[in-house]
């Protein structure tokens, strides 16, 4: 068994900064080689999308509409992935997702909430 934890959503004015992360933990993720880990987000009344995910060799992927304001980090030894997010906008609100990849089957967080208000 495993889960995902994730911390520091909250609320934030326009323009501020927050930073999420998430750990990994159970038998589910020492016993297996962790893929990609990284967030996903989910607006009120939107589909799931793609925030940022980084692979095992560091290279990092984001949304067009992220690049350049939030930075994703993983701490390999900890399981843990960290997404420093800066001059959020009031767009970015959502509920934020952790996710873990082992063998192409994603694992998920329960979710941590974002608010940005302008």
């Known amino acids: 068994q495993g889960q995902l934890v994730e911390s520091g959503g909250g609320e934030v004015q326009a323009g501020g900064s927050l930073r999420l992360s998430c750990e990994a933990s159970?038998?589910?993720?020492?016993?297996?080689?962790?893929?990609?880990m990284g967030w996903y987000r989910q607006a009120p009344g939107k589909q799931r999308e793609l925030v940022a995910i980084?692979?095992?060799?560091?290279?990092?992927t984001y949304a067009d509409s992220v690049k350049g304001r939030f930075t994703i980090s993983r701490e390999k030894v900890k399981n843990a992935v960290h997404l420093q997010m800066n001059t959020l906008k009031p767009e970015d609100t959502a509920v934020y997702y952790c996710?873990?990849?082992?063998?192409?089957?994603?694992?998920w967080g329960q979710g941590t909430q974002v608010i940005v208000s302008s």
């Open positions: 996710t873990a990849v082992i063998r192409t089957r994603n694992y």
């Open positions: 159970g038998s589910t993720f020492k016993l297996n080689v962790i893929d990609g």
């Open positions: 980084i692979r095992p060799n560091g290279s990092p």
